[in-house]
């Protein structure tokens, strides 16, 4: 399902952007789907949108592990792998941390991950 | 951090402020908000529009945002809303040098920020935790017999700073000297006592950086001295700026945050005993405490003229993140005033938030949770001492000044 489209930003930033699903399944399993800008991050697809369950405290300077996220199965190998520093701080994440986890800060939407399902963990603290 | 650089003239209503947003709130000052600050700080969201132009006696006039909404906005969008120019320390405008990394934007930011990230990022600081809580102990074994103490002076003051000299690699016999400081510029609110403050720190600095040059160590300081954001070697101003902001936002925000909680600890049995009986639930519990005694503010200059929630904002205007209220946003979190450890997750305001967020608020959290579990652990059952009355530092940390406790 392919909804790469172009609009203004959801966070008033002007531009034309293509954009790219990314549906967000809450810790009770409640559903969103966002249009994200290619080019953002998960995290930045959640926290402009108001999707609860991501903190990222830090705004994505990898410097706070508080926009944990799981990554759905079937996406996990498309998105890459954690890097170091990202691995570090995913020890340090108050939720389960699992084989699927990431930092969403640190996955960039690409045209390719149109359609990625997330799921969030119960804490970031 | 906080505003609390002097006033410079009689305050006049710049041209595009309209008139009937101006207050003087007297926030961090006036004899209302010292009554009893977080009260008043919450209370704001029912006498006064989400964004007024305030000013005060010891604080230049700026657009005080009272929502959460307003704050998380203007935190995260550096390109609106810089923090260039905001830190509310003195400083000669012909000898200037900037804080750092807080006066830094992304993506420079970013290089200086990575220095010491390492150093208190979450895995770090979860290695700590045994002796911190070691630490904690030891201070408690000191005053347990006598059946009071003061808390301030016994506990919430010397835990958090030493736990940061260790982490700066400074030795932990400065305590007394480093607190006479920290009180002198942000609680004074005098600009000659803040003056000569700031030139006993700046000659101590000074000589701390030569030593960490020479004898490199594991502490932020040296780390910061040996540091080349992007490859490149620092200038002396910039070494100095980023280890004299690092020394002052790390002395007093924990110690007032720790006040602050074991006044309402003290007042509470009840609750008291409901953090005692729940013990799985105390990052809930700590997440709720930072939210209704957070002690500090945020500021940012607007980068270039815009409308605001509907307000003309000029380039070069102050803007205040008043983040305690912004955590009694109604909005944001019903029945704000209402201790309840049991809401649901919203991210709390307490560490600002975006690319500045507290880069101490892992050590922060730990530190909380921890004093919390070994005092109430040691001594359950503890009151104010009979007889005394809780008065609270002006300035722009929020804190008691003293916090007698009895058992």
Known sequence: MLLARSRRRPDGVQGEFTMAL????????????????????????????????????????LACATCHCYVADDWSEKTGEASE????????????????????CQITMTEELDGIVIYLPATQF | MATTAPASGP????????????????ITESPE????????????????????????????????LLKYEDAYFVLRHPEFFTTEGTGPFPRDPNDYWKIIPLEIEPPEHRKYRAIIDPLVSPKTVVAMETSIRAFANELIDGFIGKGECEF?????????????????????????????????????????????????????????????????????VSAIVHGRPGGQEMSAKETFGFVFFLFIAGLDTVFATLNNIFVWLAENPERRQEIIDTPDNINNVVEELLRVFTVTFSG?????????????????????????????DPDVF???????????????????????????????RLEVRICIQEFLRRIPNFTIKPGAKIEYWPGGV??????????
């Open chain 2, 334 to 364: 019903p029945n704000p005033t209402e201790v309840n450890f049991h809401r649901p997750r919203k991210p709390v305001l307490t560490f600002a938030g975006g690319a500045h967020s507290c880069l101490g608020a892992h050590l922060a």
């Open chain 1, 22 to 61: 990314v549906t967000y399944v809450q810790h009770d399993g409640a559903r969103q789907d966002v249009d994200v800008p290619v080019g953002d991050t998960i995290m930045q697809g959640a926290v402009n949108n108001m999707v609860d369950g991501i903190v990222a405290e830090c705004g994505g300077g």
């Open chain 2, 152 to 220: 301030a002076k016994e506990f919430g003051r010397p835990l958090p700073v030493c736990v940061f000299l260790d982490i700066m690699g400074l030795p932990r016999d400065m305590m007394d000297e480093f607190v006479r400081w920290a009180m002198g510029l942000l609680h004074a609110q005098d600009r000659q006592i803040a003056g000569q403050v700031m030139a006993e720190v700046t000659a101590y600095l000074g000589t701390v950086i030569q030593e960490k040059r020479a004898n490199p160590d594991d502490g932020v």
């Open chain 1, 85 to 104: 520093v990202e691995n570090d701080m995913l020890e340090a994440v108050s939720a389960e941390r699992k084989t699927t986890s990431r930092l969403s």
């Open chain 2, 300 to 328: 940012r200059t607007v980068r270039d003229d815009i409308e605001f929630r509907g307000i003309q904002m000029k380039k070069g205007d102050r803007i205040t993140s008043i983040l305690p209220s912004c955590n009694y």
């Open chain 2, 11 to 26: 305050f006049q209503i710049p041209a595009h402020v309209p008139p009937e947003l101006v207050r003087k709130l007297g």
């Open chain 2, 398 to 407: 929020v804190g008691p000044k003293d916090v007698p406790l009895a058992w």
């Open chain 2, 33 to 64: 908000f010292l009554a009893n600050p977080h009260k008043f700080m919450a209370e704001l969201h029912n006498t006064c529009p989400p964004i007024v132009y305030s000013y005060g006696d010891h604080s230049p006039a700026a657009w005080n």
